[in-house]
């Protein structure tokens, strides 16, 4: 994880969890005081790493933690104490936030670092596998409004516009969508 944003209304527990970030080599650590200023910082930057250490002076925690998991790709842990450990991990944990009862076991911190470390990492690989999806998808639609052009421009069969935009990427050696886009910038006005 290159970057967190840790929330927490005590400076003594922001200066904990920051040396612990840095051991994890985190590189990009900021840190605000409360939930209000959390969601402003998250409209205008994305973090790997979210870290909400409840209760904070404007509202729980929780409810920050659910919104950042819910609208953001970030992971997210959720720090409270050990007496409303079960009842806020069970509300949370459906959104995919981690919830750590206080006073925290280093090793435990640890471990649900290692835990975010990786799912951020398998949640990137799919955003990446996703985009690339999207885009094959754009292109087919692309090529298909080329091809439905020529069918009812050139009299061309379908099979006869696929092969015709399938040639042409071959001789200019261009993407079928790049063939695709001329011929829709010929052919609609």
């Not at 650590?29 to 209000?36: L, P, Q, T």
């Not at 409810?63 to 409270?80: E, M, P, Y």
């Not at 640890?110 to 990137?124: D, E, G, M, P, Y």
Request: aromatic share 6%.
């Amino acid at each position: 994880m290159d970057s967190a944003l840790i929330v927490s209304f005590s400076d003594k527990s922001t200066e904990y969890l920051t040396k612990i970030l840095q051991k994890a080599s985190v590189k990009d650590i900021d840190s605000v005081s409360d939930a209000g200023k959390a969601r402003r910082v998250l409209i205008d930057k994305d973090y790997d790493l979210c870290i909400v250490n409840s209760p904070l002076p404007d509202e729980f925690g929780a409810n920050l933690a659910r919104d950042i998991a819910v609208k953001k790709t970030s992971q997210v842990i959720l720090l409270v104490k050990s007496e409303v450990f079960d009842e806020i991990s069970y509300r949370v944990e459906e959104y995919g936030v981690i919830t750590i009862a206080k006073p925290i076991n280093n090793s435990l911190l640890w471990n649900a670092l290692r835990l975010a470390s990786a799912t951020s990492k398998k949640i990137k690989a799919i955003r990446e596998e996703n985009l690339k999806l999207m885009q094959k998808i754009e292109d087919i639609r692309i090529v298909d409004r080329a091809k439905c052009i020529l069918i009812s421009n050139l009299s061309m069969t379908e099979a006869e516009a696929h092969r015709y935009i399938e040639k042409q990427a071959m001789d200019m050696r261009l993407p079928k969508r790049k063939v695709a886009e001329e011929i829709l910038k010929i052919y609609e006005y």
